[in-house]
Antibody, heavy 120, light 106 residues
Framework: QVQLQESGPGVVKPSETLSLTCSVS????????YNWIRQPPGKGLEWLGY????????????NYNPSLKGRLTMSVDTSKRQISLTLTSVTAADTAFYYC?????????WGQGTLVSVSS | DIQMTQSPSSLSASVGDSVTITCQAS??????LNWYQQRGGKAPKLLIY???NLEPGVPSRFSGRGSGTVFTLTISSLQPEDIATYYC?????????FGPGTSVEI
């Protein structure tokens, strides 16, 4: 059973870059879709995008939510078994719990989430 | 862009009651609809996929129905551990989107 663990800085200053990692255990990085989903405190869920890595072709495939307007990048580090999220030019609106979740169209399991606050 | 709505936004019921949550898509999404449960402070958990298929381990009191644009999640006999917020999610479109959630209280 795949297990996911998010990690991140906790607090990021406005206009700076947010970087998070999702560590994967119990399953291969290759051949699985890994998603980032966020949830502002007390609000609903927003799908941010997915990363798919093929070990056969050594190629990455991504699909991002257009609402992030080019600020979002996802990548994979196969040696560390990690999926990374980078979000640039953050504002208070990016304050949220950030979850990673496995799945191409249905999401599970999920990590426990990490709270990121954007504050000066 | 497919929008999802849910009704009601919250509900209160008694243990043993049958409760139904409705999810509506702004356009046809066939059977491309999942349901999640989020208990307080925890990550969401997949309950039902492809409208009506229960994830392993999900109690049979949960059921899903619908097709096209209108879908329902029913809890046939509400239990205290069902206190949670429930979200629908469509995957018909490459832009995955969740409904706004329905909070279930006892």
């Amino acid at each position: 059973q795949v297990q996911l663990q998010e990690s991140g800085p906790g607090v990021v200053k406005p206009s700076e870059t947010l970087s998070l990692t999702c560590s994967v255990s119990g399953a291969s990085i290759s051949g699985h879709y890994y998603n980032w989903i966020r949830q502002p405190p007390g609000k609903g869920l927003e799908w941010l995008g997915y990363m798919y890595y093929s070990g056969t072709t050594n190629r990455e495939s991504t699909n991002y939510n257009p609402s992030l307007k080019g600020r979002l990048t996802m990548s994979v580090d196969t040696s560390k078994r990690q999926i990374s999220l980078t979000l640039t030019s953050v504002t208070a609106a990016d304050t949220a719990f950030y979850y990673c979740a496995e799945g191409g169209y249905r999401y599970g399991p999920w990590g426990q989430g990490t709270l990121v606050s954007v504050s000066s | 862009d497919i929008q999802m709505t849910q009704s009601p936004s919250s509900l209160s019921a008694s243990v043993g009651d049958s409760v139904t949550i409705t999810c509506q898509a702004s356009q046809y999404i066939s059977n491309n609809l999942n349901w999640y449960q989020q208990r307080g402070g925890k990550a969401p958990k997949l309950l039902i996929y492809d409208v009506s298929n229960l994830e392993p381990g999900v109690p049979s009191r949960f059921s899903g129905r619908g097709s096209g644009t209108v879908f329902t999640l029913t809890i046939s006999s509400l239990q205290p551990e069902d206190i949670a917020t429930y979200y629908c999610q469509q995957y018909d479109n490459v832009l995955r989107r969740f409904g706004p959630g329905t909070s279930v209280e006892i």
